[in-house]
């Protein structure tokens, strides 16, 4: 059973920079896609960002140009860098992960509080 742990969230002002981190319990190679999704509170989780093991990427486009999606497979973790930070970008950021035979797997949750 896979786990995966985010990190790096926090409280940061518009225009500023986050970097998420998620760790996975073991290799990321037993994924064939990662990705990030985001909850604000009273809206629905959606896809912010997701790569392939074969390195094909999405965004949405609320944070294309902004956000970067990236894994170290060395490491077994996979990151979020989040640039340009907007109030609307503030949620809790879940880290997903779906295995080759189609199990999906959800971290824990970081908070990202975009707020002056």
């Known amino acids: 059973q896979a786990q995966l742990v985010e990190s790096g969230g926090g409280l940061v002002q518009p225009g500023g920079s986050l970097r998420l981190s998620c760790a996975a319990s073991?290799?990321?190679?037993?994924?064939?896609?990662m990705g990030w999704y985001r909850q604000a509170p009273g809206k629905e989780r959606e896809l912010v960002a997701s790569i392939t093991s074969g390195g094909s990427i999405y965004y949405a486009d609320s944070v294309k140009g902004r956000f970067t999606i990236s894994r170290d497979n060395a490491k077994n973790t996979m990151y979020l860098q989040m640039n340009s930070l907007k109030p609307e970008d503030a949620a809790v950021y879940y880290c997903h992960a779906r295995s080759w035979t189609l199990l999906k797997y959800w971290g824990p949750g970081t908070q990202v509080t975009v707020s002056s």
């Open positions: 073991g290799s990321i190679f037993s994924f064939n896609a």
